[in-house]
C-alpha cells in the first residue's frame, strides 16, 4: 500500500502529519542527543576513572618512598639517640676525668714550685761554690807562679801559671773580680817586657845543636890543601914533603885534625855545660861554655860550610841573649784577689749551720 501523497490530503491531516513527523524527528534528536550525552558521560567518567587511578598510583608509591625515608630516618634518629646518650656517657666520664687531671695538676703545680725554690737554692750553692773553686784555684795558681819566678827564674813557665789563674777569675760570675784580672794582665806585660830566655827553646837550641855535631864537616889539613903559592907548587918542595915535614904549633887545631870523635865530643861536653848552668842560671859559665864550644867547632869544622855557619849564628844569637835580666817583682795580683776574697767573705750574711735531717724534722739549728 503506497504511502499517501502529503500534498494531496487536506490541510488539517496535513499539519496533524508534519506534526508527527516533527515530534518524531525531534525524539530522533532528543534520543541522540542522550546517547551522545552517555557517551560523553561515560568517556568522561573512564577519565576520571583512569586519571584517579593514575593519581593514586602516584600517591601510593609517593608514599611508599615517603614511607621507606621515614622508616630510614627513624632509623638514623634511632642510632644518632644510641650515638647521643654514648657521648653523653663519654663526656661524663670525661668531666670525671678531667677533675681527676685538674687536681693531679693543681698538685704537679705545688710540686713544681717546690722543685723549683730547690734547684734555685741548688743553683745558688753550685754557682757560690764554684766561684770558690774558681778563686781558690787562681789563688794558688797565682802562688804557685810567683814561687817558680823567684826559685828557679822560669818566666815562661810564670807566664803560663798566670795565663791558667787569669781563665780560672774568668770562670767566676762575679763581676768583683775584673780588677784582679788587669792587675793579672798588667804583671804578664811586666814579665813579657823584660824579655827573659826562653829556657825550653833554649834547651831545645843546645840540643839541635848537639845532635848537628856529628853531620858537621871537618877542616881539610894543611897538607891536603891545593898548592897555591910558587913555592908549594915547586917540584923539590913536593920531594923533600915525603921526608921532611913543617907543621905549625897549634896543639888545639891539630888535635881537632887528628882525632874527629874526640873533637866532636869536645863540643857536645862544653854544649852539655851551657844546659847546666841554664838550669842553675848561671851566666858567666854560660857564656864561658858557649865560647868554647865556639871556638871549638870554629877551629875544627870548616867554616864556609852552611851548616857551620848557621851552628855559628845560633851560639852567638845564645851568647847575647841576657840568661836572668831583672825580672819585676809579683804578687800584687795575688794579694788584691786575697784582700777582694776577705771583703767578700765578710759582706755576706753568715748561713745557718743545720743540717738537712735537722731541717727535715723542724729542728732549730
Known amino acids: 500500500?503506497?504511502?499517501?501523497?502529503?500534498?494531496?490530503?487536506?490541510?488539517?491531516?496535513?499539519?496533524?502529519?508534519?506534526?508527527?513527523?516533527a515530534s518524531r524527528s525531534g525524539r530522533g534528536r532528543?534520543?541522540?542527543a542522550l546517547?551522545?550525552?552517555?557517551?560523553?558521560?561515560?568517556?568522561?567518567?573512564?577519565?576520571w576513572w583512569y586519571f584517579n587511578r593514575q593519581t593514586r598510583e602516584r600517591d601510593a608509591s609517593r608514599l611508599d618512598a615517603l614511607a621507606a625515608q621515614v622508616d630510614q630516618l627513624a632509623r638514623g634518629n634511632e642510632q644518632l639517640r644510641r650515638d647521643i646518650d654514648s657521648l653523653r656517657s663519654r663526656y661524663t666520664d670525661s668531666e670525671s676525668m678531667n677533675r681527676g687531671i685538674r687536681e693531679e695538676v693543681l698538685g704537679f703545680n705545688e710540686r713544681s714550685r717546690a722543685l723549683e725554690d730547690a734547684?734555685?737554692?741548688?743553683?745558688?750553692q753550685r754557682l757560690s761554690n764554684r766561684d770558690a773553686m774558681a778563686l781558690n784555684e787562681a789563688e794558688f795558681i797565682l802562688q804557685l807562679a810567683g814561687e817558680r819566678l823567684a826559685l828557679f827564674r822560669d818566666a815562661s813557665g810564670t807566664l803560663a801559671?798566670?795565663?791558667?789563674?787569669?781563665?780560672?777569675?774568668?770562670s767566676a760570675e762575679d763581676p768583683l773580680f775584673a780588677n784582679v784580672r788587669q792587675t793579672i794582665s798588667a804583671e804578664m806585660q811586666a814579665i813579657e817586657a823584660a824579655k827573659p830566655m826562653q829556657t825550653r827553646a833554649t834547651l831545645n837550641a843546645l840540643?839541635?845543636?848537639?845532635?848537628?855535631?856529628?853531620s858537621l864537616p871537618l877542616k881539610a889539613g894543611p897538607a891536603d890543601g891545593p898548592a897555591n903559592t910558587p913555592e908549594q907548587r915547586s917540584r923539590l918542595r913536593q920531594i923533600l914533603s915525603q921526608f921532611v915535614r913543617i907543621s905549625h904549633d897549634d896543639a888545639a887545631a891539630m888535635l881537632s885534625l887528628r882525632d874527629e870523635k874526640l873533637t866532636r865530643s869536645l863540643a857536645a861536653l862544653d854544649l852539655r855545660a851551657a844546659e847546666a848552668a841554664l838550669f842553675v842560671r848561671d851566666q858567666s859559665e854560660f857564656e864561658a861554655a858557649l865560647k868554647r864550644a865556639r871556638s871549638g867547632i870554629e877551629a875544627a869544622f870548616d867554616n864556609d860550610a852552611p851548616a857551620v855557619r848557621e851552628a855559628l849564628s845560633t851560639l852567638d844569637q845564645l851568647a847575647a841573649t841576657p840568661l836572668a835580666p831583672a825580672l819585676p817583682e809579683l804578687g800584687t795580683a795575688l794579694n788584691e784577689l786575697r784582700?777582694?776574697?776577705?771583703?767578700?767573705?765578710?759582706?755576706?750574711?753568715?748561713?745557718?749551720?743545720?743540717?738537712?735531717t735537722e731541717t727535715k724534722n723542724g729542728a732549730t739549728p
Open 119 to 124: 734547684v734555685a737554692n741548688l743553683a745558688d
Open 161 to 170: 801559671a798566670y795565663r791558667l789563674a787569669d781563665s780560672a777569675l774568668a
Open 30 to 32: 532528543l534520543t541522540g
Open 35 to 47: 546517547v551522545l550525552l552517555v557517551v560523553l558521560a561515560l568517556a568522561a567518567a573512564f577519565a
Open 339 to 356: 784582700n777582694l776574697r776577705t771583703t767578700r767573705a765578710l759582706s755576706q750574711p753568715a748561713r745557718p749551720a743545720a743540717t738537712a
Open 1 to 21: 500500500m503506497e504511502p499517501e501523497n502529503p500534498a494531496k490530503l487536506p490541510a488539517p491531516e496535513r499539519r496533524g502529519m508534519d506534526a508527527k513527523a
Open 207 to 214: 840540643a839541635t845543636l848537639r845532635a848537628s855535631l856529628a
